[in-house]
């Protein structure tokens, strides 16, 4: 029998340096750190999540047996697209094996069916031919009494009876995710460790879908945030055009996990904390996965917090950011972290004077 793997991750809203945590587990080799690994068919829409919504929660004749077709839509694409190998680069035929076993957990019968949602998902121009097809078939029966039938691409295609109990899901989806687990931690690995493997929000309900998942939730000042994305990443998922919109947005993906206390599974932590009180917060992470300090095999060697002390405080560099970086400090106080004073000999390693 397969050994049991403890799964340890990181999660986070975006941009809050989770990484840091990763880097810092990285340096204990006891842990297989799957770092370049994205696994977000857990909470991804046609995932395990909404899965288990339209199996469980919300049974319907129809809803039900497509959306297990779309979560295998959705599996097979993970795998690969035409020539394009993703999951199946990695695991070869592995993963649609194990998604063809969790299938068959799911899936009290397979049958014929047909319906119009079915025609949908093929496309605009099939279904603009499917209705041409409907309205010529009821004009030949209604004026030359042809038997036609009503739709001649309205074809029957599989469905599914699934599983309705919540325990018969989740038993199944544990032994999945058991499964997928198993191929890709290394053997001689007793722990393993995902980057961004649940989100934040509604994490309780991730839980359930593993036999032993911990979470460090990481959290990062609103005035950083808003920075690196502007000026720094550049990037295009946070709101920057207007500091009133990143605020907004802010507040609002905090909102999502502030609505109930956090279970016993997640530790959440300040990025800041690693930084500026290293020795204290990596203390309390070890503790929280288990790892005793001898494991600790290479300190500071993927994560060290006097090199990554330079990605905080930006305000200090970006001097013209002035007026959002106090828009934010008023709207977002509560969020914002109390940084002890910078020194100069700071600021010139900085090459800010």
């Known amino acids: 029998m397969d050994k049991k793997r403890r799964i340890f991750s990181t999660t986070g809203c975006y941009g809050t340096g989770s990484s840091a945590v990763t880097d810092f587990i990285k340096e204990f080799e006891e842990i297989d750190c799957k770092s370049d690994y994205e696994i977000r068919f857990i909470h991804d829409p046609d995932g395990i999540s909404d899965l288990e919504y339209n199996l469980v929660e919300n049974p319907n004749r129809h809803n039900t047996s497509h959306s297990l077709k779309r979560f295998i839509k959705n599996m097979r694409n993970l795998d690969h697209i035409w020539f394009i190998r993703r ?41 603009i031919a499917s209705r041409i097809s409907s309205h010529l078939a009821y004009a030949l029966n209604r004026f030359f009494g042809l038997p036609v039938p009503y739709s001649v691409l309205l074809q029957k295609e599989k469905a599914y009876l699934c599983v309705t109990e919540e325990e018969q899901f989740l038993e199944a989806t544990r032994k999945f995710t058991s499964r997928f687990i198993q191929m890709i931690c290394a053997p001689d690995k007793q722990s393993i460790f995902l980057d961004q493997l649940v989100p934040p929000s509604n994490f309780r309900r991730y839980a359930r879908y593993f036999e032993d998942l911990r979470a460090v939730l990481v959290e990062r000042d609103p005035r950083d945030i808003y920075l690196l994305e502007k000026l720094v990443w550049r990037g295009s998922v946070a709101p920057t055009e207007r500091v009133e919109d990143f605020c907004a947005w802010y507040r609002w993906t905090r909102r999502l996990y502030e609505k109930e206390a956090l279970p016993e599974c997640v530790l959440a932590v300040r990025f800041e904390d690693l930084v500026y009180r290293y020795e204290e917060t990596a203390e309390k992470i070890m503790s929280f996965f288990g790892l005793e300090p001898a494991m600790h095999v290479a300190p500071k060697k993927y994560f060290n917090p006097d090199v990554s002390i330079g990605n905080t405080q930006l305000w200090n560099q970006f001097l013209k950011e002035q007026d959002n970086v106090d828009y934010i400090e008023k709207e977002l106080q509560e969020y914002c972290y109390p940084f002890p004073k910078i020194n100069q000999d700071t600021l010139k390693k900085r090459g800010i004077f």
Do not use: N
Not at 92 to 101: R, S
Not at 102 to 113: I, R
């Open 87 to 127: 999951y199946r680069k990695r695991f070869g035929d592995a993963f649609l094996k194990a998604v063809d076993e969790y299938v068959q957990d799911l899936a009290l019968c397979e049958y014929k069916s047909a319906w119009h949602f079915d025609v949908y998902e093929r496309g605009k121009l099939y279904y």
